[in-house]
């Protein structure tokens, strides 16, 4: 028998697996951006129309701001129960169901604005810590020589989702004639198209990566693990207090309900480009300290023209903000991937991230609102935020540097 005909199968069977690679890659991809997709409208729908629902809601100041902590607390409480259904029940069924949580929660929120706004609300944001943590963990295991690409990918649908909650609130509010119905309603559809571009991963094994397996390593006895948890959440502190407080900024500026809306969600169309790219020139280089300084130097910038600046370049300030914070974001995430030794420390330091940094970042909404409420201005309320940038600075050159944990299985 000729050589050839024996390397024939070979040649078929590697080419059969390089297409089901491919195959499960573009299927992979699709299911994070949908998903993606969703991470922030539940939340960023709702600044734009704050004053409304304050109105039309009977709601006070305080309840206000206690709507903006809500999502980050959320965030923060459900971020370890995350990391613990992902290593029982595996990743991609336990993303399943968080979207289907998510869509209940929504529609359960449109339809009693009333009694349900606040556990809606609540339920919502940790159907997105539960999706938010598991997918970065996810995807390192599932693709560990792709993560720059889809983690990209992964944030620039983040920040389109955000983008087009941020810009529609208004004219959605305005065109339904105040339907919160339709005003809320209308976020719970992506989440049931995600949910169904998303089962072809059902049937996914459980299993974890190779050496994974064990009880969750103990990556909070590093300092390392620390400094990237308060880089997640300073970043994550800085920008829901923009997200949250910006608008009310900008119109009592002077600025239309409507220009305050589209004003904000130049935040996610400056973070579009950064977002995208910066994990991917992330993986290139064991140091990322020089992407830290660049992106948080550019948020400085961005908040201080947005603050000080004529109201007529405020689009140019913000969108450098986000462009500001798209990098930052996406290098927070990546650090969390990029710091672990392993797939099972990176769902862990993920988890851990998440949970401290978001329970970090719950402090800031509800300063910001404290502070505006107490003195009646603005001036302290941006302090407060230009030192914690400052703080983030310091946490990002502390994470950015080309180490890996200690736990087990990590490099050394």
């Not at 693709?143 to 004219?171: C, D, E, H, K």
């Not at 600046?309 to 990546?334: C, D, E, F, I, R």
């Not at 769902?347 to 998440?354: E, G, K, R, T, V």
């Amino acid at each position: 028998m000729k050589p050839g005909r024996i390397r024939e199968p070979q040649q078929e069977a590697a080419a059969r697996d390089r297409a089901a690679d491919r195959r499960d890659l573009l299927l992979l991809s699709c299911g994070v951006v949908l998903l993606a997709c969703n991470l922030r409208p539940a939340v960023t729908s709702l600044p734009p129309i704050f004053p409304e629902m304050q109105t039309h809601l009977h709601l006070s100041l305080t309840a206000v701001t206690v709507v903006a902590t809500i999502p980050v607390l959320a965030f923060g409480v459900f971020a370890p129960v995350a990391a613990s259904f992902g290593r029982r029940y595996g990743e991609e069924r336990t993303l399943a169901v968080a979207l289907l949580v998510l869509a209940g929660a929504l529609a359960a929120r449109a339809a009693f604005p009333g009694i349900a706004l606040f556990a809606a609300t609540a339920m919502s944001a940790g159907a997105i810590a539960v999706m938010s943590v598991l997918l970065t963990s996810m995807i390192r295991r599932r693709q560990p020589r792709r993560t720059g690409l889809l983690l990209g990918l992964y944030l620039f649908a983040l920040y389109i989702g955000a983008m087009v909650g941020s810009a529609a609130s208004v004219p959605l509010f305005e065109a339904s004639g105040g339907s919160w119905l339709v005003t809320l309603g209308v976020w719970c559809l992506p989440a049931v198209a995600a949910l169904l571009a998303w089962l072809p991963q059902w049937s996914r094994p459980a299993g974890t990566a190779p050496g994974d397996a064990g009880k969750a390593p103990a990556v909070y006895r590093s300092a390392l693990a620390w400094q990237v948890a308060a880089f997640m959440g300073l970043q994550s502190l800085i920008y829901y207090s923009t997200l949250s407080w910006l608008p009310s900024f900008f119109r009592d500026r002077g600025a239309t309900p409507g220009q305050a809306g589209l004003l904000v969600s130049m935040l996610s169309i400056g973070g579009l480009v950064t977002a995208l790219i910066t994990p991917m020139l992330a993986q290139r280089r064991a140091d990322q300290r020089v992407l830290a300084v660049a992106g948080v130097t550019i948020c400085a910038v961005g908040l201080a023209g947005a603050v000080a600046a004529p109201l007529s370049t405020a689009a140019l300030w913000t969108g450098l903000l986000g462009l500001g914070q798209g990098g930052v974001m996406g290098l927070a995430l990546y650090f969390t991937m990029a710091r672990a030794g392993s797939a099972a420390e990176s769902i862990s330091l993920s988890a851990m991230a998440q949970c401290v940094g978001y329970l970090l970042a719950t402090t800031g909404p509800l300063l910001v609102g404290l502070l505006h409420d107490g003195t009646g201005g603005w001036r302290w309320p941006f302090a407060l935020l230009f030192f914690f940038t400052a703080a983030k600075l310091v946490a990002g050159v502390l994470a950015g540097r080309a180490r890996t944990l200690r736990g087990a299985g990590a490099a050394r």
